[in-house]
């Protein structure tokens, strides 16, 4: 840990406290709140313990690049199933075996990016290769003839990533807090 002066100190302990509100009165972006809690890291020198934040403001993938990886190493709060639709917008329910395989998502995307979004949508021209699995392993001719059109993350399982993002960001608040009023 950085040795801090007296004014230092309280001018950062005075930052979280005002940081703490803003989170939970929700009068600035998530975005900015991070990257306000990564400079306050940086200042009282526990940056390696928080390269999570790293992670939120610019995504998971810069660090992740497999599928299993990225999966493995995902906060809980940034999983998710995948809600599937055909040609039509109707929801298609897959085999509990087939959600095993497919239905994990991985909401993997900059805070900035889910900031106001109300879906995450994944196209056809994606699902192709889904679709040409579903076609040849299917269980009987009807999941054979299965295609799905679209895959969604909804609104509510965005709000499950913020919600999670904003409990973390709370967390580092208090023990940043807690380690300047100790001192």
Excluded at 68 to 85: A, C, G, H, I, V
Excluded at 99 to 126: A, C, Q, W
Aim: hydrophobic share 35%; proline share 3%; glycine share 4%.
């Amino acid at each position: 840990m950085i040795v801090l002066n007296s004014g230092n100190k309280g001018k950062i302990l005075q930052m979280a406290k005002n940081v703490s509100i803003e989170l939970l009165e929700e009068t600035r972006s998530l975005h900015d709140i991070l990257e306000t809690c990564k400079d306050a890291c940086k200042m009282i020198g526990i940056s390696d313990e928080n390269a999570w934040l790293d992670l939120e403001i610019n995504g998971y993938l810069v660090r992740y690049k497999t599928r299993d990886e990225l999966y493995q190493n995902l906060p809980s709060y940034r999983k998710t199933s995948w809600k599937f639709y055909d040609l039509y917008g109707n929801p298609v329910t897959l085999p509990p075996d087939m959600m095993d395989l497919f239905g994990r998502s991985t909401v993997y995307h900059p805070i900035k990016e889910l900031e106001g979004k109300n879906l995450i949508t994944v196209e056809s021209k994606f699902l192709d290769k889904f679709n040409k699995f579903i076609a040849e392993h299917g269980v009987d001719q009807v999941s054979k003839s299965l295609r799905i059109h679209e895959a969604r993350i909804s609104k509510d399982d965005i709000k499950q990533v913020l919600d999670g993002i904003k409990k973390r960001i709370q967390e580092l608040l208090d023990v940043i807090i807690s380690l300047l009023e100790v001192e």
